[in-house]
């Protein structure tokens, strides 16, 4: 289901003359009674070029309130660690590792991940 939510995202970018790129991003938002919604995330980000392809490296964290499971409080805790890096010219590979935390047992989790994506791709 949908829901609204008013945020307040504050971030930046930096590119530097050694051609490494690094930024973050900081959100905010008030919680959404009965629904689960993210009330705090950060996210930074390091960008170096590797054999002349950007190697990055992509930290998140996030704290998400308000929901209801069953008729149970639902909060949660998520961590993210990824790197990202294209392995051909139109074809990049991420892996990661997600830990989520709940006032659940249930939801405890850590999850490594593996993505396939393609670049710039046109039909």
Known sequence: STYDQNQLIIGFDKINQDKTVYGGKILFGPTVSGKLSTQFSMNTYYTQLYKNKPFRLNLTY??????????????????????????????????????????????????????????????
Request: net charge neutral; glycine share 8%; charged share 15%.
């Open 62 to 123: 996030s704290k998400s309130r308000g929901g209801v499971l069953l008729g149970v409080d639902y909060d949660q805790t998520k961590t993210t660690v990824g790197l990202t890096y294209p392995i051909f010219d139109k074809l990049q590979i991420s892996i990661g590792i997600s830990k989520v935390t709940s006032n659940l047992d249930y939801f405890h989790s850590i999850s490594p991940h593996a993505d396939f994506q393609f670049i710039n791709y046109q039909f």
